[in-house]
C-alpha cells in the first residue's frame, strides 16, 4: 500500500511540474508601481491596496502590447468592465521590489508574471485583439488530398482542372482554417467568386506553388497575406476484427505577404480520428490538423504585429524619378531627422534613377507615408507620395524617370563597325542592363524554372567553390548563387527545337505570354528558363517553352 502512495505522489508532482511548466510558457514578466493613501498607523492597509495597483497597471501594461492605444482610450470602458476587473485572474505570481510611505502615499513596485495567454483569449473575444492594425484580407491556397481520392489543388476554383469523384467544396481543411481565422477577426477573400475573373498564369498551376507566386496571385485578387500549403490525409493502424479505423492527417503552410513577399508564419498542424468511414474519418483528420495550424499561425501572426507597433518594422520605399544622388541623400536625412518613430534608414539599391530603401519605423507604412506627405522638401520641390500598402510606400521626385515608359524596338543594328567604334547600350528592349545577370538556386535539367534578375557583387573562384555572390533585384537579398547567366535578345535563329531560352511571365495576354510593358515589371516580375519545344506556331507569333507559349518578343538566350 505505502508503495502505490509514494509512486501516486510522484506522479501528482510531476504532473503539477508539467502543468505549471504550460502555463508560465504563455507569460510575461512586468515590473510595475502602484500607489494608494497612506496615512499614520494604516500602512498594512495601504499596502494591500498599492499592491492591488500595481497588478492592475501590470495587466494594462500586458494590454498594451496587444491593443492599440486608440483602442485602448476609445475602448477604456469595455476593458475596465471585462478585463481589467479581473487584474488577479491575470496575475500568476509577483514579487514585491520596493515598498513605503512617500508623503502621503504608499507606493509599491512590483514584478508581476501576467498569463498572456489568458489575456489574449479575452481580448479575441471582445473583438479588440487585432483592433491594433488593420484587418488584413486573407487568401487561402491549401492543396489537400483526403482518404482514397485526388488531390484538390487551389487552381482547381478555376474550372479548368477536373477532380475526380469530389466536389471542391469538399476541402475540409482550407474551410476549418476559414473559420478559426474569421473567429480571430481576419477577413477571408473567398478564391471560389473569382473565376474568370483574372488570369493565372500556366506557370503557376504547380503542387509547391513558390512564394512570388502566392504574392503574385494574392495581388491580382486582393489579398494582403496568403496562406498556402499542404494537407494530407491516411488510414492509420486498425484494430484486427473492429469496423472502426484510425486516420491521420498532416498539414504545413506559411503565411506570405502580398505587398512585400515576408513570411509572416510558418506551421505544421497534425490530426487524429476513429470512424467507420474512410472519408469522414480523414475528414474529421484533417479538420483538426487544420485547427492546430490556424492556431499556431494566428499566435505568430499577432506576435509579429505587435513587434512591429511596439518595436518597429521595416518599410520597403520605393522612390523613382531621381535625377540627382544628392536629392535621394537629402530624402534620407531629412525622414531620418524630422519624422518621429524613425529608428533608422537603410539604402538597399540604386540605379536607373530608381531606389529602393528601407525605414525602421514605429508605425505602420500609411503612417509613414502620412507623415512624408506633410512634409515640405525644398530641395525636391516635386516630390509626391504615390501610394501606399501594409508594409511599402512608392514615392516620385518627379523626374523624368518618374513613370514607367512604354517599350520601344531597338533599332536595327547599324552596318558592319571596327569594334573599337561599337557603343554599348545602357539598356536593351527588355530595360537589362549590361552588368545583370539572371540566378538560379539550382540548375536547370528538364521542364522549367524560375529565375532571377541580380546583379554581381562578388565573380566565382576557386576559394568560393565556383559560386558568385550576387544582390536579388526583385527582395533586395544577397546571397551565392552557382548558377549564373548573362542574357541577350533573342534573334529569330535562335529559335530552334530544344534551344535554351529565357520567357518573361509577367505579362500574360490570350494564354501568351508577351514582352514587358515597362521596367518596373520587367526587372521585379518573374522570368522563366526552358527549352523549345514547338515552333510551328511561329507564324503567328507565340513558340512553345516547355508546356507554355512565348511570344518571340518575350524571349532572350544566355550569351555565355
Known sequence: MSQRIIICFIFTLISTIIFQQSAYAESQVVSATGVAPFTPGGEAKAKDMAIQDAMRKAVEQAVGTMVAAETMVSDYQVLRDNVFTKTQGYIQKYDVANAGPKGNLYEVTISATVAVENLKNDLAALGLLHARVEKPRVLFMIAEQNIGQEFIFWWHWWGDVKAVGQQFDMSASETAMKEEFINKGFNIV?????????????????????????????????????????????????????????????????VIRVDNGAVLASARGHGVSRHISEVTGGTEALERAARELSGKMIDQISAKWTQEVQAGGLIQITVRGIEEYSDLANFKDTIKAQIRGVNAVYQRSVEGGEATIEVDYKGS???????????????????????????????????????????????????????????????????????????????????????????????????????AQFFRLHDSKDLWAKYFWKTRPSEEADIQIGALVICFEGNNRDNIYHAPENKNSARTANWFMGRVTDTSDLYKGAVRIDTYSCSPEALRVPAQ
Open 190 to 254: 473567398d478564391i471560389s467568386v473569382a473565376t474568370g475573373k483574372i488570369d493565372i498564369s500556366n506557370a503557376y498551376r504547380i503542387a509547391d506553388l513558390t512564394d512570388t507566386g502566392a504574392k503574385e496571385i494574392g495581388r491580382k485578387l486582393g489579398a494582403e497575406i496568403v496562406v498556402k500549403g499542404k494537407a494530407l490525409a491516411k488510414a492509420g493502424p486498425r484494430t484486427p476484427g473492429s469496423s472502426v479505423g484510425s486516420y491521420l492527417a498532416d498539414i504545413t503552410a506559411s
Open 365 to 467: 507604412a500609411q503612417q509613414l507615408a502620412d507623415e512624408i506627405s506633410k512634409k515640405k522638401f525644398k530641395e525636391i520641390p516635386k516630390l509626391k507620395v504615390r501610394g501606399a500598402t501594409a508594409n511599402t510606400i512608392e514615392i516620385s521626385f518627379g523626374g523624368t524617370a518618374a513613370q514607367p515608359t512604354k517599350p520601344v524596338e531597338a533599332p536595327p543594328a547599324p552596318e558592319a563597325r571596327p569594334a573599337a567604334q561599337a557603343v554599348q547600350a545602357a539598356e536593351d528592349k527588355h530595360w537589362i542592363q549590361p552588368d545583370d545577370y539572371f540566378i538560379s538556386e539550382r540548375p536547370y535539367e528538364h521542364g522549367w524554372i524560375y529565375i532571377s534578375l541580380a546583379k554581381m557583387k562578388q565573380p566565382s573562384t576557386a576559394k568560393t567553390k565556383g559560386e
